[in-house]
């Protein structure tokens, strides 16, 4: 097994090779390689480091997710930045690949078990040996690609044949903390930067590539024992497939919803934002607001056209808020995760946050001289209306939200499992209140990515309160929002913004845990153990083809980018009329 998972390694340069005969092969080497490496680190390392350190290890996993940025930082040229991080990432593959080694040793156990764990090293050597090569050859050249691969050897028969003597010595925890500093800068390459140069975001071959490496990993977990140092949490794909049947019919919906509305609804609104007063401008911009489907990124590039077109700031501010919190994919899911109660509450919460926004830093800004002129296109036919429709509500709208909504679904599994304490429910009463208001305040997180997480942190005893103000700080604020309103009005304005959200949200979380109480959600509750019924199989698995679609039309790297780069393609000219705005992390609207 140890001579098989060194040859392992030395297939990823044959495998380069072939794929580098065509642009088509190397997108799909590209997907396979971001998925594989990351899915390995995600499902394999990090569970087995959880299982060793604790809670804590999402710190250090968190902290080597930073130390790439600071390296870039550190360097003046983003080259040497670059060369920093794969130095770092090599040796977290050559550690990764100590540990693999002791499940290839003569202390790896002679069991049916231990077997299939030695396998399993041998199989997931295939893409990590690929992804050195990928890493390393095109920027450094293929002697240090190899000389990387010998260390990546040396360190599996390292493991093999001293592993378990040195591992005996060691701090089981120190261990762990060091796997997933390691882990997290790894990640961070393999997904923050390209090594081969793919045309676009790679299309269909990419996401092929993207779908085997999937394959391979659902392989290699088939070989894992429950509660093996390899093993996924347990629970994690019940508790995913529970939450994602639940959420199918609402999001499919929404979908429709979208593109009938897009069809049938008539041309901007940019002419009800003129109101006679403060108030009755912030109320046009709130109703008009609310129900667009957009996220933060995207609300970003409209702003700053509403603000150049001359809307008036209580209605452009009230709408900056009320645009990202629900939209109407984020309140059919939260019906069926969070209850009608609940949803009602976040509705109503994010109005009254959007409307006192509008109203009070609008106060701070000065309205814009210039206001332009609307010119009504004629309609178009019917059915061209239909078709436009169907391409905004199932591609463009499809293609911005569900990469938020898988990575939603799969923090909300991954997270379940883990609160079984119940610590939550043991905070002091308005701390969680608190506490979740300032931790979504930073953040970018989609509405209706972020409804499966607090449906989880709610079964696990949040209160109601404190889920609403996480639901309201996480979608409207972040770090860009703040840079674009003091690029446009001064620090002063993006000040008083983020003390208004702040002081709302807690105000308002302490309202609904007045009104609704602070006990366990027992709607989420039930939306996690429920049991899918057939006819939600089948909305899953519709749900699943238009994701499917998603993934060819962008490839791995534009569907994950919409993820991790969110803000990466806010250039270009901004559209102005809030029906037609530029969609998550885009900056032109689809029509």
Not at 363 to 377: D, G, H, M, R
Not at 532 to 540: A, E, H, K, L, R
Request: hydrophobic residues 50%; contains cysteine.
């Amino acid at each position: 097994m140890l001579a098989l998972a060194i040859l392992a390694l030395a297939l990823g340069p044959l495998l380069y090779r072939l794929a580098g005969r065509s642009s088509y092969s190397l997108a799909a080497l590209d997907g396979f390689v971001r998925v594989a490496v990351a899915g390995l680190i995600l499902a394999h390392v990090l569970p087995w480091a959880w299982e060793l350190g604790g809670w804590h290890t999402l710190l250090w996993f968190a902290g080597g997710m930073l130390i790439p940025l600071a390296l870039h930082r550190a360097y003046e040229s983003p080259s040497h930045g670059l060369g920093a991080e794969i130095g770092m990432s090599a040796f977290a593959l050559a550690l990764h690949a100590f540990f693999d080694g002791t499940a290839l040793g003569p202390h790896g156990g002679a069991d049916s078990s231990s077997k299939m764990l030695a396998l399993a090293v041998v199989l997931h050597r295939i893409p990590v040996g690929l992804g050195i090569w990928w890493l390393i050859r095109p920027r450094f050249g293929r002697k240090a690609a190899w000389l990387v691969l010998t260390l990546l050897a040396l360190a599996t028969a390292c493991g093999a044949f001293a592993g378990h003597e040195i591992l005996e010595g060691a701090s089981a925890s120190w261990v762990a903390f060091l796997q997933s500093l390691i882990a997290g800068a790894l990640l961070h390459v393999v997904l923050g930067h390209s090594m081969v140069a793919v045309s676009g975001n790679g299309g269909a071959p990419s996401a092929m590539g993207g779908l085997l490496a999937l394959g391979l990993l659902g392989l290699l977990s088939s070989f894992e024992v429950p509660g093996g140092e390899h093993a996924l949490l347990p629970g994690f794909w019940d508790t995913f497939l529970s939450l994602t049947s639940q959420s199918a019919p609402a999001l499919l919906a929404a979908s429709a919803t979208i593109m009938l509305t897009k069809a049938f609804v008539p041309g901007s609104m940019m002419r009800l934002f003129h109101g006679r007063n403060s108030v009755d401008q912030a109320l046009r911009g709130t109703v008009a607001g609310l129900p667009v489907p957009i996220c933060s990124c995207g609300v970003v590039p409209v702003y700053r056209g509403l603000v150049e077109a001359g809307s008036p700031p209580p209605a452009s501010l009230a709408f900056l808020v009320a645009a990202p919190e629900v939209g109407w994919a984020a309140i059919l899911l939260s019906i069926g995760l969070l209850g009608s109660e609940l949803t009602i509450a976040r509705v109503g919460s994010a109005a009254i946050l959007a409307l006192v926004v509008g109203v009070v830093v609008g106060k701070f800004v000065q309205p814009t001289s210039k206001v332009q002129e609307e010119v009504q296109p004629p309609r178009p036919p019917l059915g061209d209306r239909i078709r436009e429709g169907f391409q905004y509500g199932f591609k463009t709208i499809v293609d911005d939200t569900a990469p938020w909504i898988l990575a939603g679904l799969l923090l909300a599994a991954a997270v379940e499992p883990v609160l079984q304490t119940g610590w939550l429910a043991n905070l002091p009463v308005g701390l969680d209140i608190l506490l979740a208001t300032l931790i979504g305040l930073p953040l970018y997180v989609c509405a209706s990515g972020s409804t499966p997480l607090v449906a989880i942190l709610l079964a696990k005893g949040l209160s109601p309160g404190a889920g609403i103000a996480f639901l309201l700080t996480g979608p409207a604020t972040n770090l860009t929002t703040a840079g674009l309103l003091s690029s446009l009005h001064g620090k002063k304005v993006a000040v008083i913004f983020g003390i208004t959200m702040v002081l709302m949200a807690v105000a308002v979380g302490f309202g609904v845990n007045a009104v609704l109480g602070t006990d366990a959600n027992p709607v989420a509750a039930d939306a996690i153990h429920r049991h899918p019924d057939t006819s939600n199989i089948v909305f899953v698995g519709l749900l699943a083809l238009v994701y499917l679609a998603s993934l060819f039309r962008q490839g791995v790297l534009g569907f994950i980018g919409k993820v991790i780069r969110p803000h990466a393609e806010e250039t270009g000219t901004m559209e102005t009329s809030p029906e037609q705005p530029a969609t998550c992390c885009s900056s032109k609207s689809s029509s």
